[in-house]
């Protein structure tokens, strides 16, 4: 049974058994935010720029490294000074759905050498739990953290039920390295796994694409996970800071009421 009230980022600090997922929460409490940003942006240079706009206000950052028109190792440190520059973790949302052997070369190698700057990375399960040991195999040595596509925000989805369970299973086999989820429910009554929802947004309920939204108070409070995803309803805005500030605060209020 889940319980109705939550341990502080802070305290959840001890019970992560995943660097990635320590040093999170430690962010989390130091900032006072449990905002990441969704930077779904093409230009290379403007997503950089949004960055540097919000970077105080978010305590993760998920990028799509293969939307961008273009990529260099100069963009890598770029964006890397940002993050230290604005104390927050970098999450590239690859999502990787192959065997082991090959998500090992998508992760440690290639163009982007994802493991090299990403502090977090995403999978789905279904090739099995192969996924996660190739995945591991590369990640876990930099003291990376991949979380768990257990549960997706678009209509239709098929990340439910059994398959949702499944990926709670995998991640207590492999509680070093899977350091949570993405989902729209908390699905874990262990401190040390974190939840992070994405499809949060105020102003509508769903795309034309199948997006579904909710806000941030029903994501943190009646579905009790932890992380809110923002995308659209921030970079879109005229005034991403502003916006980006009313979402953190929003959150962070919806986390002291589970408290």
Same mark, same amino acid.
């Given at each position: 049974?889940?319980?109705?009230?939550?341990?502080?980022?802070?305290?959840?600090?001890?019970?992560?058994?995943?660097?990635?997922?320590?040093?999170?929460?430690?962010?989390? $409490?130091?900032?006072? =935010?449990?905002?990441?940003? !969704?930077?779904?942006?093409?230009?290379?240079?403007a997503l950089l720029n949004l960055v540097e706009a919000v970077g105080s206000e978010i305590c993760l950052?998920?990028?799509?490294?293969?939307?961008? =028109?273009?990529?260099?190792?100069?963009?890598?440190?770029?964006? &890397?000074?940002? $993050?230290?520059?604005?104390?927050?973790?970098?999450?590239?949302? @690859?999502?990787?759905?192959?065997?082991?052997? =090959?998500?090992?070369?998508?992760?440690?190698?290639?163009?982007?050498?994802?493991?090299?700057?990403?502090?977090?990375?995403?999978?789905?399960?279904?090739?099995?739990?192969?996924?996660?040991?190739?995945?591991?195999?590369?990640?876990?040595?930099?003291?990376?953290?991949?979380?768990?596509? $257990?549960?997706?925000? !678009?209509?239709?989805?098929?990340?439910?039920?059994?398959?949702?369970?499944?990926?709670?299973?995998?991640? +207590?086999?492999? @509680?070093?390295?899977?350091?949570?989820?993405?989902?729209?429910?908390?699905? !874990?009554?262990?401190?040390?796994?974190?939840?992070?929802?994405?499809?949060?947004?105020?102003?509508?309920?769903?795309?034309?694409?199948?997006? &579904?939204?909710?806000?941030? +108070?029903?994501?943190?409070?009646?579905?009790? =996970?932890d992380i809110v995803i923002v995308g659209r309803g921030i970079y879109q805005a005229e005034q991403p800071?502003?916006? $980006?500030?009313?979402?953190?605060?929003?959150?962070?209020?919806?986390?002291?009421?589970?408290?």
């Amino acid at each position: 049974m889940q319980s109705n009230k939550k341990l502080p980022y802070a305290v959840r600090a001890a019970y992560c058994t995943n660097p990635t997922a320590k040093k999170l929460c430690e962010r989390m $409490a130091e900032k006072k =935010t449990n905002l990441c940003l !969704s930077a779904d942006i093409s230009d290379p240079h403007a997503l950089l720029n949004l960055v540097e706009a919000v970077g105080s206000e978010i305590c993760l950052l998920k990028t799509h490294v293969d939307i961008l =028109t273009s990529f260099d190792q100069v963009w890598v440190h770029a964006l &890397q000074a940002l $993050a230290k520059k604005h104390a927050f973790l970098i999450f590239e949302d @690859r999502k990787f759905a192959d065997i082991g052997h =090959t998500v090992k070369q998508q992760y440690g190698g290639g163009l982007y050498r994802i493991a090299d700057w990403a502090d977090i990375v995403n999978a789905h399960i279904v090739p099995g739990p192969g996924i996660i040991e190739g995945l591991k195999s590369v990640g876990l040595t930099q003291q990376r953290g991949l979380l768990l596509l $257990a549960e997706m925000s !678009s209509e239709g989805s098929w990340a439910r039920g059994d398959y949702t369970q499944a990926n709670v299973a995998l991640a +207590e086999q492999h @509680r070093d390295f899977v350091m949570g989820f993405i989902t729209q429910h908390q699905l !874990s009554d262990h401190p040390g796994f974190l939840h992070l929802t994405p499809g949060v947004q105020w102003q509508q309920t769903q795309d034309c694409l199948g997006q &579904q939204y909710i806000s941030p +108070e029903q994501a943190i409070i009646q579905h009790k =996970t932890d992380i809110v995803i923002v995308g659209r309803g921030i970079y879109q805005a005229e005034q991403p800071r502003e916006q $980006a500030q009313r979402y953190r605060k929003a959150a962070w209020n919806a986390y002291q009421q589970v408290l």
